[in-house]
């Protein structure tokens, strides 16, 4: 297999790119894509998250799904694909989130209202 420098990974397509990793699954491949579009997934990260270090997160979670993602998919256009994968990518994340505050939010509450029945119970029977 022939490494290339990766200055001449700069002339290759996106498309071309994907091509390429496919065919050989060298990571270089989607590193140059890496380099390409970083700023793009973190700006789509940031505006869903809000926080800086969340984003970062995602980013790099986000083009580690694409070494699996590139070889299920047929692209035609990447840039509007990977706007894509990424939006949902963060909202599966806020998702999460929220479903993990919910369940946390319940079980509080039901801790608190254990709470209040055991200690009904334990004056009732102190009487």
Not at 15 to 37: A, P, W
Not at 66 to 93: A, G, K, Y
Not at 108 to 113: C, M, P, Q
Request: hydrophobic letters at 35%.
């Amino acid at each position: 297999m022939l490494f290339f420098q990766s200055n001449n990974f700069k002339k290759y397509s996106d498309l071309e790119l994907i091509e390429h990793y496919k065919k050989t699954t060298n990571n270089k491949y989607i590193g140059e894509l890496f380099n390409r579009y970083t700023i793009f997934v973190l700006g789509i990260s940031l505006k869903y998250f809000k926080d800086e270090d969340k984003s970062k997160d995602a980013t790099m979670q986000i083009f580690e799904k694409l070494l699996v993602d590139l070889m299920d998919h047929s692209i035609q256009n990447f840039r509007p694909w990977l706007h894509q994968v990424t939006r949902n990518f963060c909202l599966m994340e806020l998702r999460k989130e929220q479903s993990l505050l919910k369940k946390t939010i319940e079980l509080e509450h039901s801790n608190s209202t254990f709470m209040e029945s055991s200690s009904s119970i334990l004056s009732l029977i102190h009487i």
